[in-house]
């Protein structure tokens, strides 16, 4: 077996710092930057017992590339042996692990045994001195039965800890703050914010884990534990990543991953494997009960379940507990894609179906993102669907669920909120409209097979609004090439569905469209010869798609966006799609072809820029006008230092972010400016405008082109 290298220490100006690098709503992949190298987050911490080591971590390292374990400081604490070795060599050496070691602080043995005899000081002063990346303060375990006055005594006492806590770990040791509060959403909220908000000695917390929550999953209270998870969140600062104390079934991850947690830890790895039992990604398997695999991994591939179960049993453990590992790991990978490819809530929706109770849990969350309450849930809930990028290029799969994604809900509120009818009609007249036209049963793309039914409607009556029904609801027909609504993937009935009235009238009220009378029309074939007089019909509906788009997804009045299109020229591909849109002659937009939004060049980023008015306010400024359906093109401020490099093309770092609008969209344009305001660039938010105040460690926006490169800055 060929040996992993040893880790990269951090920079010692990065220690403990945490850095988002994608994101797919309330996901993240992220990198939390430790002595002994980089979490990669979401990722795993098995549980080591230093007694007892079914895997070598050292193993772990090598084969499965964990990049971090936890073990438990009191258990090494309590026993002289351990302990002395561990102060003289240091814990890596002690368990022989070169990458990042976690530890716990004796809470669990609390929970589990009754009281531990060891200090709230003593305890960070043991982890500190044996050299451990990530320590835990001494928190107060509040269990789901406990009375509410008992669970407030557990957060109070654990956040008056905290302070001492932080002191004694000095410059080098990095602290888990755990969060507990038991069922009481309040509590967690409460909980959330006073420990996210200890700046601490040297610095605050670096992780702050959900504590408390292992009896619920003992008893596969999954709704319970993601009502904890969210009403957490919602006070947490975002720059810190999120672990849930002693979770570790594979079912859990994608749920959980998409609901915004970081880091796992779970000794059930090995506690299933002793136990005769394997993991798999839905579920658990006993090994007495099969004839086969059924789910494999590379270690299983050697055995048969009948050569495993005549094994002596501390072999058979062990070769249950690498397969459980490894499917831990696989298993973790896939979320890890599925944020990168903007799926992770339909690989939760997936696996939702594979436990009742995960079931129950995920359609309780689903309850929660359609009508947010206004409590901790909620916010998180709200905050989870606006962070999420409305449009993303590639299929999804016609399921149960797809119209409550965050991305779909997300689309539809902005449209809800955003879309307006035209200002003006193809044949130059102004005026109320008179219709809705319902183009109904026919596929995407829309421009091809349902064109030819537009223009000869809006031929018949000019003050027409066409909609699309899809399968997910009715849209503009300016909006007909955003994806995932133009790549539903399904039977071909799926296209031929069509909404009963009532469903018409509720997603027409949506529009704010309901009182216009409607009339659906099936598309028939396209005829071969081009309408009569259609090219100025198609022109005004390029204009209605681009300053539609440019509101919806980009907040921008369509007032202004009429200015833009008023003299618009295009280019078209050879599939006939508006590639390069000219204002006045100068290319000022390009349609994005893979997902249908929009994407500026440096001359479009000027004229929007020529649109907004002062300057965003700074994070921590209170904004007290009225909410705006169109606040403008999303923008980041940031500081003067950084204006000459991003002025040039250079991205924009956290950390060099003053303040930016709360509307910003991860993965939308957005401008760069200064503190007057003035345009220093433009590009694509890679976090949300909340992130961009805490975090000051890794991408903020992705620069597409600086808006002073002629200049002599
Ligand atoms: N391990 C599992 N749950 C907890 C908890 O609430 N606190 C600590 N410190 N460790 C845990």
Request: hydrophobic share 40%; aromatic share 4%; proline share 12%.
């Given at each position: 077996m060929s040996t992993r290298p040893d880790p990269v220490p951090c920079r010692p100006q990065d220690l403990g710092k945490f850095e988002i690098l994608q994101r797919d709503g309330s996901a993240r992949i992220g990198r939390l930057h430790t002595k002994h190298g980089m979490l990669n987050t979401p990722m795993l911490l098995p549980v080591v017992n230093p007694n007892i080591r079914t895997i070598e971590p050292r193993e772990m390292w090598d084969k499965y590339r964990v990049d971090g374990l936890i073990t438990n400081s009191y258990v090494m604490w309590k026993h002289n042996d351990l302990s002395e070795y561990a102060l003289e060599h240091g814990v890596h050496k002690l368990i022989d692990f070169p990458g990042v070691v976690v530890t716990d602080s004796g809470t669990f043995q609390s929970y589990v045994y009754g009281d531990v005899e060891v200090g709230v000081e003593e305890i960070v002063e043991f982890q500190r001195d044996i050299g451990v990346d990530v320590g835990t303060m001494l928190d107060v375990f509040g269990r789901p039965d406990m009375s509410r006055d008992q669970?407030?005594?557990?957060?109070?006492?654990?956040?008056?800890?905290?302070?001492?806590?932080?002191?004694?770990?000095?410059?080098?040791?990095?602290?888990n703050g755990p969060i507990q509060g038991g069922l009481h959403d309040d509590l967690r909220a409460l909980a959330g914010q006073v420990m996210g908000d200890v700046s601490g000695v040297h610095r605050g917390f670096t992780v702050h884990p959900i504590g408390g929550i292992v009896p619920l999953m003992e008893n596969q209270k999954y709704r319970e534990l993601f009502q904890i998870l969210l009403s957490?969140?919602?006070?947490?600062?975002?720059?810190?990543?999120?672990?849930?104390?002693?979770?570790?079934?594979?079912?859990?991850?994608?749920?959980?991953i998409a609901l915004g947690v970081d880091i796992f830890d779970s000794a059930a790895y090995a506690l299933f494997a002793r136990g005769g039992r394997l993991l798999t990604p839905t579920g658990t398997v006993r090994l007495e009960e099969i004839q086969e695999w059924p789910h494999q991994s590379s270690e299983l591939f050697n055995w048969t379940p009948e050569e495993v179960r005549g094994m002596e049993s501390k072999e058979r453990e062990k070769v249950l507990a690498r397969h459980n590992l490894e499917v831990t790991q696989s298993e973790l990978a896939r979320c890890r894609e599925a944020i990168r490819n903007g799926k992770i809530w339909q690989l939760a929706e997936e696996r939702s179906h594979s436990s009742g109770q995960l079931r129950e849990a995920f359609l309780w969350v689903l309850e929660q993102l359609d009508e947010p309450d206004d409590g901790p849930v909620g916010v998180s809930a709200m905050r989870m669907i606006s962070s999420t990028n409305p449009v993303r290029s590639g299929g999804e799969n016609l399921v149960d669920d797809i119209e409550e994604r965050p991305h779909i809900l997300h689309f539809k509120s902005l449209l809800s909120m955003r879309w307006r009818i035209p200002g003006s009609w193809w044949d130059g007249s102004s005026g109320p409209p008179k219709r809705v036209v319902i183009i109904e049963g026919s596929k995407p793309p829309w421009r091809d097979s349902s064109l030819h039914t537009v223009i000869s409607s809006l031929k018949e009556e000019p003050n027409s609004i066409v909609v699309i029904s899809t399968p997910i609801g009715l849209i503009p027909y300016s909006m007909e090439d955003v994806s995932p609504w133009c790549h539903i993937d399904g039977s071909d009935e799926i296209w031929d569905l069509p909404l009963d009235e009532d469903e018409i009238v509720e997603e027409l009220d949506e529009l704010d469209l309901s009182d216009l009378p409607f009339?659906?029309?099936?598309?028939?074939?396209?005829?071969?010869?081009?309408?009569?007089?259609?090219?100025?019909?198609?022109?005004?509906?390029?204009k209605c798609s681009i300053v539609d788009k440019l509101s919806v997804l980009n907040g921008l009045s369509p007032t202004y966006g009429c200015k833009i299109t008023s003299d618009m020229t295009s280019r078209r591909s050879k599939t006939d799609r508006m590639v390069n849109l000219y204002s006045k002659g100068v290319h000022v937009i390009s349609p994005r072809l893979n997902d249908g939004g929009i994407s500026l060049t440096l001359e479009g980023a000027r004229l929007l820029h020529s649109y907004s008015s002062k300057p965003p306010l700074s994070f921590g400024e209170e904004y007290s006008g009225e909410e705006l359906d169109h606040p403008g093109i999303a923008r980041v401020m940031i500081i003067d230092d950084a204006i000459p490099f991003v002025g040039q093309g250079r991205n924009v770092m956290q950390g060099y972010v003053l303040g930016a609008d709360p509307h910003l969209i991860p993965g939308q344009p957005c401008l760069v400016v200064d503190s007057k305001g003035n345009l220093v660039a433009h590009g694509l938010a890679i976090t949300t405008a909340r992130e961009m105040a805490y975090l000051n460690k890794g991408l903020a926006v992705r620069i597409r082109d600086g808006a002073l490169k002629d200049s002599d800055i």
């Open positions: 669970i407030i005594s557990a957060v109070d006492i654990t956040a008056e800890r905290a302070p001492i806590s932080l002191e004694k770990a000095g410059e080098g040791l990095l602290l957490a969140k919602s006070t947490l600062p975002p720059n810190r990543p999120i672990h849930l104390f002693g979770c570790g079934h594979p079912l859990l991850f994608p749920m959980s009339i659906r029309i099936s598309p028939g074939p396209v005829p071969e010869e081009k309408i009569e007089g259609s090219q100025i019909i198609r022109d005004w509906l390029d």
